[in-house]
C-alpha cells in the first residue's frame, strides 16, 4: 500500500513528546545554571559570545528594539511574510515598519527595493530567512552598513545556514531564533537570542529578569500540541484519518485548506498579551541541549532530498545565491495555478499547501500596508514540496514522477511573472 506523504513532521519522535509530557507535569522550571548553560551552548553554536533565552522570538525582538530606544516613528525595514505578532511588537513600541519586496530567487529583500526604501529616518532592518533559504549577504550587510542601519536576523526557518561559511544569526547586531512547533531546533517554544554585543547582552539579561515566572500550563499544552502534530503526521495514520479529513476541508473550503490555517484573527493587538512574557524554562533548555546533537545530521538528510527533487527542471523553484548553504527548512516551488497544482499532488497522495506565515503588507485593519507584488505571488502560489528527513528514495521518485505531471498540464505548471 501506498501511503500518503504528510507536507511536513514534527523534530520530535513521539516517544519523546509523550516523556515529555509525563515529566513536564512536575519536573523543576527554573533552574538558571541549566537555563545559562544552554544559551552559552546555543551562542557558540552559532558562532556567537552571549546568548539570552526568551519565551518567544517575537519578545526577544520586542526587548532588542526598545533598548536600542528608536524615537517614535523611526522606520524599521521588515520582511512582507512573516507572523503577525512580529508587526503588532514594532507597531506597540510605536515604530514604523517599511516592507521591502522578496527577490523570487533568493527569498530574501530585493536589493533595488531595499535602497530605494532607506530614508534618514530608517533605523533597523529586520532580515528574515524564509524557508530556510539564504540570499546575498554581502550585498544586503553592505547596504545595511552604508547607512548604519541596526541588522537584527530572524533566522527561526534557516537554523544552520550560511553565508560564506559563517552561519546566519551571526551576521548582524543581534540573532533571533524561534524554536517553536515544527521547527528543527524544536524546545517547545521560546525565543533564543544571540549577539556578540556585550553590553546589548547585559541590557538584555536586565530585560529577562523582569520575566514572570515559567506557566507549567502554557509547557504541558505546548507538548500536547506537538503530540497531537506528531501523532497525526505518522504516515499511517495521516493516510488513514487526516488526509481524507483535508480533502474534505479542500471540497467545502479550497482557501482555507490551501494555508490549513483556519480563521486566523487579523486585528491589531491593543496590547501585547501577558502571556508573552513569561520566562523560558530550565525544561526546555534541557530539551535544546539533547536536540541540538542532531539537528545537522537531520539537515544533511532534508538537504539531499531538496537538493534531488530541485533537480526537476520542469518545476519552478527559488535558485538562491552564490556562496550560500541553504537548509530547506521547507522547499517551496512556484505554480501558476497553486489550487490545481494542489488538486494534482492530492490526487497522487502528496499532501502540500502555501505558507502559514501572514502576508503582512497587506492587512487592512493596520494602520501601514505595503506595495510588495512579489510577496503577494510568492504568497498565493509557492506550494510546499515534502523533503524533510525520513522520506525514502521511493518517496522522492513518487514526488519527482507527479511534479513531472504537473509540468505537463502547461495551465499549471507555467512560469510566473514577477517584478523586477
Known amino acids: 500500500m501506498k501511503l500518503t506523504i504528510p507536507r511536513g513532521i514534527i523534530y520530535h519522535s513521539l516517544s519523546q513528546d509523550l516523556w515529555s509530557f509525563v515529566s513536564a507535569l512536575f519536573v523543576r522550571l527554573d533552574n538558571k545554571p541549566l537555563i545559562n548553560k544552554f544559551e552559552q551552548q546555543f551562542a557558540s553554536y552559532i558562532g556567537c559570545k552571549h546568548g539570552v533565552a526568551f519565551p518567544y522570538a517575537r519578545i526577544a525582538l520586542y526587548f532588542t528594539l526598545k533598548l536600542k530606544q528608536f524615537p517614535r516613528g523611526s522606520e524599521i525595514i521588515m520582511p512582507p511574510i512573516t507572523i503577525k505578532a512580529i508587526l503588532d511588537v514594532v507597531l506597540e513600541l510605536g515604530l514604523k ?4 519586496d522578496i527577490d523570487p530567487d533568493t527569498l530574501g529583500f ?7 526604501s532607506i530614508t534618514t529616518n530608517t533605523k533597523a532592518i529586520l532580515i528574515t530567512y524564509l524557508y530556510g533559504m539564504v540570499p546575498d549577504m554581502g550585498s544586503m550587510l553592505t547596504i545595511c552598513n552604508d547607512y548604519n542601519l541596526f541588522i537584527i536576523e530572524d533566522f527561526s526557518q534557516c ?5 560564506k561559511n559563517k552561519k546566519v544569526g551571526s551576521l548582524g547586531h543581534v540573532g533571533i531564533y524561534s524554536a517553536s512547533s515544527i521547527k528543527t531546533l524544536d524546545t517547545y517554544g521560546g525565543g533564543l ?23 507549567r500550563k502554557f509547557l504541558i499544552q505546548k507538548i500536547f500540541t506537538n503530540i497531537v502534530r506528531n ?3 505518522k504516515r499511517i495514520i495521516f493516510h488513514t484519518l487526516v488526509f481524507p479529513l483535508l480533502k474534505a476541508i479542500h471540497l467545502l473550503k479550497p482557501d482555507i485548506y490551501i494555508k490549513n490555517t483556519g480563521e486566523r484573527n487579523k486585528n491589531p493587538l491593543k496590547n501585547l498579551p501577558s502571556a508573552w512574557f513569561t520566562s523560558y524554562t530550565s525544561f526546555q533548555a534541557h530539551i535544546g541541549q539533547k536536540l541540538l546533537l542532531n539537528v545537522e545530521k537531520e539537515d544533511r538528510q532534508r538537504i539531499l532530498n531538496a537538493e534531488v527533487i530541485r533537480t526537476n527542471k520542469s518545476v519552478h523553484f527559488p535558485q538562491g545565491a552564490h556562496n550560500t548553504k541553504n537548509v530547506y ?5 512556484y505554480f501558476s495555478e497553486p489550487l490545481a497544482a494542489l488538486k494534482l499532488l492530492q490526487n497522487n497522495g502528496i499532501d502540500s ?3 502559514s506565515l501572514e502576508k503582512i503588507s497587506t492587512l487592512s485593519n493596520y494602520p501601514i500596508q505595503g506595495n510588495t507584488p512579489n510577496a503577494d505571488t510568492i504568497y498565493s502560489c509557492a506550494l510546499f514540496i515534502p523533503t524533510y528527513p525520513g522520506l525514502k528514495t521511493k518517496d522522492l521518485t513518487h514526488i519527482m514522477n507527479t511534479l513531472n505531471l504537473i509540468s505537463l498540464n502547461s495551465r499549471v505548471g507555467e512560469a510566473l511573472q514577477w517584478t523586477r
Open 110 to 116: 530585493d536589493l533595488n527595493n531595499l535602497k530605494k
Open 353 to 355: 499547501a502555501t505558507t
Open 329 to 333: 527548512w521547507q522547499t517551496i516551488a
Open 159 to 163: 537554523l544552520n545556514g550560511e553565508y
Open 193 to 215: 537570542l544571540v549577539t556578540n554585543d556585550t553590553a546589548l547582552y547585559d541590557q538584555l539579561r536586565d530585560c529577562q529578569s523582569t520575566l514572570e515566572k515559567p506557566s
Open 231 to 233: 501523532f497525526a503526521t
Open 97 to 100: 515598519p517599511v516592507f521591502v
